[in-house]
């Protein structure tokens, strides 16, 4: 007749039998992780992580605030925060603009709610085209720009929106010698001068000039509204849609119930509270 062992050895043996697994589990996890993930394990994780790869992370978290509205004007950068798939195409930036020059290609940081939409707006269109409203209709006419070398065209196919379009909507004046609305021969010379000074200029002089730089342009009270584009009726809409080149299903979808009954039926949006957006202080 075999001896059986005490009760307690074979609990010994039990409790062994359990730590060896969940220490065999946790060894078999580290491992699956690592070579999943390519990444090592541990406090070391943070430091080995690629530039962009850290950009994401702060995507996850929550933009900081050092680096959310003023710094974020490059969209070059704004591709890489919010670039899920790691493609590796560039954002095509402006380099022609005048006031993308100071302002940067995301302008709008103002107004959480909408600044995404103005932004992207800014992303096909000059400042110009909202920012200098004419005030006779028909006294601009209407060009498509390179953002790259500045080469201007009546019309684009507007297929480009589907990608990442080379073109920028900017206003002319229709008659008169001097065609720019905004980026004269004199303006240009003046912004640079004064972007080479500003670092040496007295608060009141700086003011003083900023308000010459921006003279032409039109109070954000008087500056074009979104249902002055988005109308229902097509031969109300402030730019001359047919003109710059949109075909009739491209006009019907900008005048469309998706976006102007929206604007007409919505003039006040409620938004949850903890869909609002909101930034670290």
Request: net charge neutral.
């Amino acid at each position: 007749m075999s001896k059986q062992r005490p009760a307690f050895v074979r609990y010994l043996y039990c409790l062994a039998g359990i730590a060896f697994l969940v220490y065999s589990t946790y060894i078999v996890f580290i491992l699956v992780m690592h070579i999943w993930h390519h990444a090592p394990h541990g406090e070391a994780h943070a430091d080995s992580l690629s530039k962009e790869d850290r950009l994401y992370q702060e995507m996850l978290k929550g933009v900081d605030a050092q680096n959310a509205g003023l710094a974020y004007k490059d969209i070059g950068e704004i591709h890489k925060l919010y670039d899920f798939h790691k493609n590796e195409a560039k954002a095509v930036t402006d380099s022609k603009n005048l006031c993308v020059s100071c302002h940067g290609d995301v302008p709008h940081d103002k107004k959480k709610e909408i600044r995404a939409f103005l932004n992207m707006h800014a992303y096909f269109m000059a400042c110009e085209t909202c920012h200098i409203k004419s005030e006779t209709p028909g006294d601009h006419r209407y060009v498509w720009y390179n953002k790259v070398t500045g080469d201007e065209k009546s019309s684009i196919d507007t297929g480009f929106f589907l990608e990442d379009t080379p073109y920028k909507l900017m206003p002319l004046n229709r008659g008169g010698e001097e065609p720019r609305v905004f980026d004269t021969g004199a303006m240009v010379k003046y912004v640079g001068e004064f972007k080479s000074k500003v670092g040496e200029m007295v608060p009141a002089a700086k003011s003083a000039s900023l308000k010459v730089i921006h003279r032409p342009m039109s109070s954000l009270e008087n500056s074009v509204k979104c249902n002055e584009c988005h109308n229902s009726n097509i031969n109300e809409a402030y730019l001359p849609l047919r003109e710059i080149g949109y075909n009739d299903r491209r006009m019907a979808q900008i005048v469309g119930n998706e976006v102007a009954g929206m604007i007409d039926r919505y003039k006040e949006f409620y938004i949850p509270s903890f869909l609002k957006p909101s930034e670290e202080k």
